[in-house]
Structure formats: structure tokens, C-alpha cells
């Protein structure tokens, strides 16, 4: 595995959140029900967004409200970075998601978060700043599947859902294609009936020109089409 650097210096291209031993308490409006989905959206930057955006976490929140699936997010997180948007009292903050972190720092710090929350879904976006960084894609991936043991050791009949990387206007283009065939391979030799290893597949692609605000970050509409993407996933593992 590469030499961890360090959680909490200033990137070139993807700035940190920084560090913090204080994780949110679990309170979202379904944190209480004992028949909600615990779900986990373990990610960097596109999982907890920027002060400026509200998230797929968001858009996916109101799609699983509206198709009747009681959801608890959880997390050690409750903010985007550089603070929230304005929220609704009623959208759960909770979520694991490190902005510009790499697979190796978020698989580091995992089992301490783990102690805190029990998921039975993961929402697993990572490997798009090992790319920014000229990580080698075997480490990457080798790095992925220990997250995956890492989440079934804390819950044996977890479901793990991978989505694809990309695309993107930055560099590292062929990188993602590499992790995303890379995660066909994972969710091959991975996949249980006890315990489903999945990559997600978007209904329609995202469009780099309208639907990020930067050639990476999602805008809203672009926040949308991933919540799409993981509402069906999240269809096929509870249905």
C-alpha cells in the first residue's frame, strides 16, 4: 500500500476538509426507526459536496422519501465542505464523504468511523483523486476491495455499491476507465447473496459541459442524474 501522507495538507487541485475527532451524532428524522435502510455514502468530494451545492445525497434523499424507503444516512459527517447550504430541517446530513481524500486515507481512518454507526448499504465513490495524483490503479483497486472487507467485517450482510468514475475535463481520464473496469472485476469475484457487490450504471451519462460546474464537480442537475443512478441501484439490493 502507498505511504500515507497525511489527512490534513492543502492540495493542489482537491483542498482537504480537514481533520476532526468529534463525529456527528447520528440524528437524522430516521435514525430512530428501527425498519429504516442505514445507508453509508462513503465518497470525496462528489459525496459531500461544497457549501455551494446541496449534494447527491440530497437529491437521493428526496427520491427514496418519495418511493416510500425509509432511509437513515449515516456517518461521522454532517457538513459539506467549507459549511452547508440551506438545508431543510427534514434532509439528513449525516455521510463519509472526505473532500479531494484518496482510497488509501479514506480505508486508514474507516474502521474508526465504523465504530460509531452500522450501515447496511455503502455508496462507495472513490479513486477519482488517486487519479489526480498519479496513485498506480493496482493500488487502488487492491484498496477497494479492503474497504469492502472492511464493511463486512462490521456488517457481514452489507451491500456494497460502487459507482463509475468520470467523466471529468481534468486529467487522469484514462485512469477512470482503468478503476472502472477495474470494478467489474471487483464486483465479480466479490458478490455474495449474502452480502451484493455492485457498480452502479447511470440511465443517462453525465454531460462534463452542462452538468458540472468545474469539468468535475456535479452542478444540481448533474447531482440529480447520480442520485438517479444510485436510487436504482439502492432499488436492487431492497426489492
Known amino acids: 500500500m502507498k505511504k500515507i501522507i497525511g489527512l490534513c495538507f492543502l492540495l493542489v487541485f482537491l483542498p482537504t476538509l480537514g481533520c476532526s475527532d468529534s463525529p456527528a451524532p447520528q440524528t437524522g428524522v430516521n435514525s430512530n426507526n428501527p425498519k429504516a435502510i442505514r445507508i453509508l455514502p462513503l465518497g470525496d468530494s462528489i459525496t459531500q459536496a461544497n457549501d455551494q451545492n446541496l449534494s447527491y445525497r440530497y437529491w437521493l434523499w428526496n427520491n427514496l422519501a418519495e418511493q416510500n424507503i425509509a432511509a437513515d444516512f449515516v456517518g461521522t459527517q454532517d457538513s459539506n465542505h467549507e459549511g452547508n447550504p440551506d438545508y431543510p430541517p427534514t434532509f439528513d446530513l449525516n455521510h463519509q464523504g472526505h473532500w479531494g481524500w484518496r482510497t488509501d486515507e479514506v480505508l486508514e481512518k474507516l474502521p474508526q468511523w465504523l465504530q460509531h454507526y452500522r450501515a447496511d448499504i455503502s455508496l462507495v465513490h472513490l479513486g477519482t483523486n488517486d487519479c489526480l495524483k498519479n496513485q498506480p490503479v493496482e493500488e487502488t483497486l ?93 432499488r436492487n439490493v431492497v426489492d
Open 142 to 234: 487492491a484498496e477497494l476491495e479492503q474497504i469492502v472487507t472492511l464493511l463486512r467485517q462490521d456488517n457481514p450482510n452489507i451491500d456494497v455499491i460502487f459507482s463509475p468514475l468520470g467523466p471529468t475535463t481534468w486529467k487522469g481520464s484514462e485512469c477512470l476507465t482503468k478503476i472502472n473496469q477495474g470494478l467489474k472485476q471487483i464486483v465479480s469475484r466479490l458478490h455474495t447473496s449474502d452480502s451484493h457487490v455492485l457498480l452502479a450504471e447511470f440511465k443517462q451519462p453525465l454531460d462534463p459541459q452542462s452538468q458540472l460546474y468545474d469539468g468535475l464537480h456535479p452542478n444540481a442537475e448533474g447531482e440529480q442524474v447520480i442520485a438517479d443512478m444510485w436510487s436504482s441501484a439502492i
